[in-house]
């Protein structure tokens, strides 16, 4: 049976529109979800802004929102794990199942992936600001008792900070640098605290995102990187050698003169955080490459190459969800409270527009940090 849903959707650049669309009753596979909580990704966010993302043309109307969490309205007849009223986490990525990479279990980097939110594959795999989608149930995952819907959401995020310190090999008692105090940069090093890392650096050029980052528990020590700016390129390798050497400094009033980063993750996306990066990491470290920003950049690769610096990407997730639910309702005291870094909430689908200004800033109008924006569902 066709019914009417309200959906968000975008139809150019800030121009979003609150929409009634027809939802068909979920497939044999599927559950019909009601959607309690969004939070808002920097990749929406470019969307909204420009109705692309990097080389990604949006070429239809498209609903936007990735991270979400609800409430199970329907059940598909070959559904057996999942009943109505069920609180679920939605991962939205659904991958083709049958490539060498799928197999690999690497799924996140399969070529045919669809990604709700994205504009990549066309027809556009729409996103979840809807009251009501329908999705895989094999990509849902049942949330526990303890766990509210907005942590549901969080997962998604969570998620991409696992998967980087999956690909960096953090390990128990190492050094970490985290370049970029915004919501993954915070979560990343979260997720180092959980494993064991004895000291994280966070650095950004905001000194209230790094302040938040201590007060709230998510670092053990700050760096606030002063801007400059280089006019050639021997000035831009300097400048990052500066910033490497401020950041190693922190590090070695906290754990000695002789202490060097092991692993440092990238999550500006800005060309001079890259090469601040590789100056920073210690002779046989690990750069993790975490934000998406200029597509090429000049890097200093003989720093990283006759150091035995390994640069390494990390895309998305793939295989994070059970560990992002274990993680986020333990009793790790290495974590800190994670919902921390939602710092604005916005109540249904009417206030999605307001919700994606405040999120395009780093202070509100009354001059409060933005982290993290949330969407929830009207009671």
Not at 64 to 83: I, T, Y
Not at 150 to 156: F, M, N, P, S, Y
Not at 289 to 315: C, H, K, W, Y
Request: aromatic fraction near 6%; charged fraction near 20%; hydrophobic fraction near 40%.
């Amino acid at each position: 049976m066709v019914q009417e849903t309200r959906a968000s959707v975008l139809y150019g650049p800030k121009d979003l529109r609150l929409d009634i669309v027809t939802l068909d009753d979920p497939g044999p596979t599927e559950l019909q979800i009601q959607i309690k909580a969004t939070t808002l990704c920097g990749s929406d966010l470019h969307y909204y802004k420009h109705f692309r993302n990097g080389d990604i043309q949006v070429r239809e109307p498209l609903s936007l929102g990735h991270e979400s969490a609800g409430v199970v309205h329907g059940v598909g007849s070959q559904v057996e794990n999942f009943r109505v009223g069920d609180r679920v986490a939605l991962e939205v990525g659904l991958p083709c199942g049958e490539c060498e990479r799928c197999g690999e279990g690497r799924y996140n980097i399969c070529p045919a992936i669809r990604f709700r939110s994205s504009a990549k594959a066309f027809p556009h795999a729409q996103g979840t600001l809807r009251d009501t989608i329908n999705h895989p149930a094999a990509w849902c995952h049942k949330l526990p008792d303890c766990a509210s819907l907005e942590v549901g959401a969080l997962l998604e995020p969570l998620s991409v900070a696992i998967q980087a310190t999956r690909r960096a090999e953090v390990t128990h008692g190492g050094s970490v640098l985290v370049l970029g105090a915004g919501a993954i940069g915070l979560l990343c090093a979260a997720v180092c605290q959980s494993i064991g890392a004895r000291h994280i650096v966070i650095a950004d050029i905001q000194p209230d995102r790094v302040d938040f980052a201590i007060k709230h528990g998510f670092a053990t020590s700050e760096v606030t990187i002063p801007l400059k700016k280089a006019h050639n390129i021997d000035e831009q390798m300097q400048i990052a050698r500066e910033n490497a050497a401020l950041a190693s400094h922190k590090l070695q009033i906290e754990a000695g003169p002789e202490a060097a980063f092991d692993v440092v993750f990238e999550c500006t996306g800005v060309e001079a955080c890259t090469q601040a990066a590789i100056y920073a990491s210690r002779p046989g470290g690990m750069v993790v490459i975490v934000g998406m920003g200029n597509p090429i950049q000049t890097l200093p690769i003989s720093a990283a190459a006759l150091r035995e610096v390994d640069i390494r990407g990390t895309f998305r997730y793939a295989n994070t969800y059970p560990t992002a639910i274990e993680l986020a309702t333990s009793q790790n005291s290495g974590l800190p409270d994670l919902t921390q870094i939602i710092t604005h909430r916005y109540h249904g689908l009417a206030e999605v527009e307001r919700a994606f200004e405040v999120a395009g800033e780093t202070r509100d109008q009354e001059g409060n940090i933005v982290l993290k924006v949330l969407v929830e569902a009207r009671p």
